[in-house]
């Protein structure tokens, strides 16, 4: 450890010459039109009186931090080399972050940074960094910096110009097996068919299947023209005083993600019905591709969710054109069959535009991958087509085909929850949860490499 001047026991030296110009360094600009600071900034904490009365008294915080584009606030609690960072000031730093309802905290002395998400009435430490010395400021900001850019919320795009190979069983159970480790997932449901939708157990699905005659049938269907759903948060976003959680709904399988695993995990949907049309979606006028993408930003869903899931219509239309500009990453699922392979080209050559029109910010490929695969030697021979004829672009674990999928999307259950009553499912539900384990790493690194 360096020896350090004793300016560095004043908090508005360490301010100046630490947190501040990290904060700037870290890519959080004081005023900027992305992001802004608040210095002591106030919040409202309870104290008990002796007589065990409660009262209400003001702290102040040395900054909250507004990341808009991220969509991410956080405090920031500054000790110093004499009163470090200690016990009592994280437990401090918990209660401002409870009654400020803010996500996150960094608590920074000279020598030390510690990260704090506050969920579920507790404040867990993500990461710490040991500060070998507070003169050299890039080390601190690349630290905070790198923190973020794994908290922002990831969009991912099932996408391909097939109908029927299976992208909404990977929507629904990429959705599943990412909320049973306790991600937030937001499932964007593209498709008019509103499979997506209906297998999450939102639009009615129940009563649908209870409706015993085809008037009953058409009832159903007229009443969800009332409820607000995708094409309407499209339209409404940019209008005062929206609030997303009229039109996302929680799913049918967030009671049993809550009982079974105990985390904070979900996934909600945004729907769609056969509302969801080229033709509404391209009434929104200009920039009507670009819809998903800004109402995802500007609504502050990524302090909701931790991935977001979008199912994409089998075409290249407005409709699904949205769905792309709005994911980051791109899945493309193709069957091993020769047409399925030509079929892939074009959403490859699609999602590679789109990456390069917007510096790589969206359109990522993360792989192609292999669906309803058989045991017969025609699979095994377009499967090492597949890698030689797009050999940038990697093969994501495959998913064989099986009659459980079928029985599981019937009870609208992902598999890993149905293989549970049914153990000839495992083997396949165990291709999901592979399948989606390496999708997130394949991000991760991803995002690594790209924070360096
Ligand atoms: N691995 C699989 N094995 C057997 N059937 C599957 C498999 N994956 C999907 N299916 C079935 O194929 C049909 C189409 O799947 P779906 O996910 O709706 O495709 P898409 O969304 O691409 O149109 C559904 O009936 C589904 O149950
Ligand atoms: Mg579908």
Redesign the pocket.
Known sequence: MVQLSSDWNNEAYVSLHLVQPMLEMAGLPRKSSYSHWIPEFKVKVPKLTANSQIVWTQKEVDFLVEDLSRYINFLVEIKTAKTRLDAAARIQLETYLKYSNTRFGILIDPFLVEIYEYTQGLATLKCKHNIENPEQVQPVANFVRNFLETVKMRTIAIY?A??????????VNIAYELAKIGNRVLVVDL?E?A?ASLSLGVNKADELDNATNLKEFVQILDSLKERKELINFLKEYDQPGFKPNEYIQPSALNKILSLHNQTNGKIDVLPSSYQTTDSSILSLGLYCNKKLDNALRKTGLSKEYDYVII?TP?SLTAVSQNGLLAAQYIII?SQMEYFSVYAIRRPIKNAEEIHDDTDGRRGNILGIIP??VENVNLHTTIKSLVSKVFKDIPLLPE?????A??QA?HERKPLSLFAEQNRGASS?ATQFSNLTKQIVKQIDHLERNSSK
């Open positions: 391909t097939k109908g029927g190979v299976g992208k909404t069983t990977l929507v498709d068919q499979n199912d089998p699922p669906m309803m998913i064989k085909r099986a009659t999928v079928g999307s396949v």
